[in-house]
C-alpha cells in the first residue's frame, strides 16, 4: 500500500487530518430515534454518518450537538 506524499494532499484531507489530531475527547454513541440512516451536517459544517440508527461524537462540539438534539440519545456501553 503506498503513501501519498504531504504536499500531495488536499486542503480538504489536510483540513480532516488536522481535526482528527485536535480531538482530546474520547468518542460517544448516540441511537438516532427517528432514523436508521442519515447525515448530519453541524453547524461548524463538519458531518456525522448515522449508520444503523448509529452516530458517534468525537469531539467536544459534535457531544453537545447530539447531547442537546431531541433526536438522539447516548448509549450506554
Do not use: C, N, W
Not at 9 to 18: E, F, G, I, V, Y
Not at 50 to 56: I, L, N
Request: aromatic content about 6%.
Amino acid at each position: 500500500m503506498s503513501k501519498t506524499p504531504d504536499d500531495k494532499l488536499t486542503d480538504s484531507t489536510a483540513l480532516a487530518l488536522q481535526k482528527t489530531v485536535a480531538v482530546t475527547s474520547p468518542a460517544r454513541t448516540f441511537r438516532d430515534k427517528v432514523y436508521t440512516s442519515r447525515t448530519l451536517i453541524l453547524p461548524d459544517g463538519t458531518t456525522l454518518p448515522v449508520a444503523k440508527g448509529r452516530v458517534s461524537a468525537f469531539g467536544d462540539d459534535q457531544l453537545h450537538y447530539l447531547s442537546t438534539h431531541p433526536d438522539f440519545e447516548p448509549l450506554t456501553e
